[in-house]
């Protein structure tokens, strides 16, 4: 009797703990979100701000961002990074199975970027696209996103 019921609770229990397992997105307090969204630029560095909205396609999935080929963190729908760079160029990069995107940006001192990730659907991973867009529609879009806390440790 016992171990009938055991076999019945098996695959749930299975399917818990594979979902358990799958990387996660550690979300910023709110009170650090909100004051990521004012948008005030720094002085001596350049902020960038790569976000994905919150779209049904693709919601699903993390995506990895990548900075200079080193690991920042994983995107879900509605969710976004904040970092206040050094002037330089670099390379903010995303793969799937099927599909990687990069974009790079020359930072500037005192200027504000806006990097949007969006993801598609794919035969099989999905799909990835990058792209700079301007602060207007960044910070339109960027207003109903999450901060995440970031991989990334800016020298």
């Known amino acids: ?90 390379t903010f990069s995303s793969s799937t199975g099927e599909s990687s995107a990069v974009v790079q940006i020359d930072v500037k001192a005192g200027q504000i970027y806006f990097v949007r990730q969006d993801a598609r659907m794919g035969i099989n991973n999905g799909r990835v696209t990058i792209k700079e867009v301007d602060s207007n529609k960044g910070q339109k879009e960027l207003n109903n996103c999450k901060l995440l806390v970031s991989s990334y440790i800016p020298e």
Do not use: H
């Not at 650090?32 to 999935?61: I, M, Q």
């Open 1 to 90: 009797m016992i171990q009938k019921r055991l076999l019945r609770l098996l695959p749930i229990l299975l399917i818990t703990l594979l979902l358990g397992s799958c990387a996660s997105t550690s979300k910023a307090p709110e009170s650090k979100s909100n004051e990521a969204k004012s948008f005030n630029a720094l002085a001596d560095k350049g902020t960038v701000y790569l976000y994905r909205t919150g779209r049904a396609v693709g919601a699903a999935g993390q995506l990895i961002v990548k900075i200079n080929s080193m690991d920042a963190g994983g995107t879900g729908p509605g969710t976004f990074f904040k970092w206040d760079l050094k002037p330089g160029t670099y």
